[in-house]
């Protein structure tokens, strides 16, 4: 079955670092990977969309790349800061027919200061 | 503009009660959509709706029903609250003219079914 993976296990990183966050998919080949941010008692809201013809996308301290062969994206936040503390969900088209995205479960961001 | 709207906010149903959960945009996007959030499930598509007057189900469709009122409104409806809907469902909407779009959600409804 199409799945899509995301580290559940909280990542805590010092204020300053690069924090990394993984998207990992199975089984089908989406032509674009959307990266959302949602904080406690709030929707998600989107950050950056990447398709699958590039290979990075960088907004500000944001950087998404895309691997088709490995299935995977990656987002990092570069200088992170404690206001980015969060969880940051990802988002593929999987193919099903509907103009509907499929989310990871989502990883929870901690950036101490 | 106040994007999407949801109301309630919070709700406290006993099993067997129904409930209708109201959506609303000002952004003139033609798909809207519903999601339920759990705790390690990531958001699950309900219903959908791609253009007004039309609306399929998503992967959990069962226990709901919704109505597209208009281009505007989309509801969701529990005629028979279960303990199993206990979750926060989210309203989502896009532009709905392409893949890959962006979507934009409200904040979301915290439902407690006892």
């Known amino acids: 079955s199409q799945k899509i993976e995301q580290n559940s296990e909280a990542l805590n990183i010092q204020e300053g670092k690069t924090a990394t966050l993984t998207c990992n998919y199975t089984?089908?080949?989406?032509?674009?990977l959307q990266w959302y941010r949602q904080d406690p008692g709030r929707g998600p809201v989107f950050l950056l969309l990447?398709?699958?013809?590039?290979k990075e996308k960088r907004k500000e301290r944001l950087k998404v790349t895309f691997d088709t062969t490995l299935k995977q994206s990656l987002f990092h936040i570069t200088a992170s800061q404690p206001a980015d503390s969060a969880t940051y969900l990802c988002?593929?088209?999987?193919?099903?027919?509907?103009?509907?995205?499929?989310f990871g479960s989502g990883t929870r961001l901690q950036v101490q200061p | 503009n106040a994007g999407v709207t949801q109301t309630p906010k919070f709700q406290v149903l006993k099993t067997g009660q129904s409930m209708t959960l109201q959506c609303a945009q000002d952004?003139?996007?033609?798909?809207m959509y519903w999601y339920r959030q759990d705790p390690g499930m990531g958001l699950r598509l309900i219903y959908y709706?791609?253009?007004?007057?039309?609306?399929d189900k998503g992967e959990v469709p069962n226990g709901y029903n919704v109505s597209r009122l208009n281009k505007r409104e989309f509801s969701l409806r529990l005629e028979s609250a279960a303990p199993s809907q206990t979750s926060v469902y989210f309203c989502?909407?896009?532009?709905?003219?392409?893949?890959?779009?962006?979507?934009?959600f409200g904040p979301g409804t915290r439902l407690l079914v006892l």
């Open positions: 952004m003139n996007h033609n798909s």
């Open positions: 089984n089908y080949s989406p032509a674009y």
């Open positions: 988002a593929l088209d999987m193919n099903t027919g509907r103009r509907a995205l499929t």
């Open positions: 990447i398709r699958e013809n590039e």
């Open positions: 709706s791609a253009s007004e007057g039309t609306t």
């Open positions: 989502a909407t896009n532009v709905g003219l392409a893949d890959g779009e962006t979507q934009y």
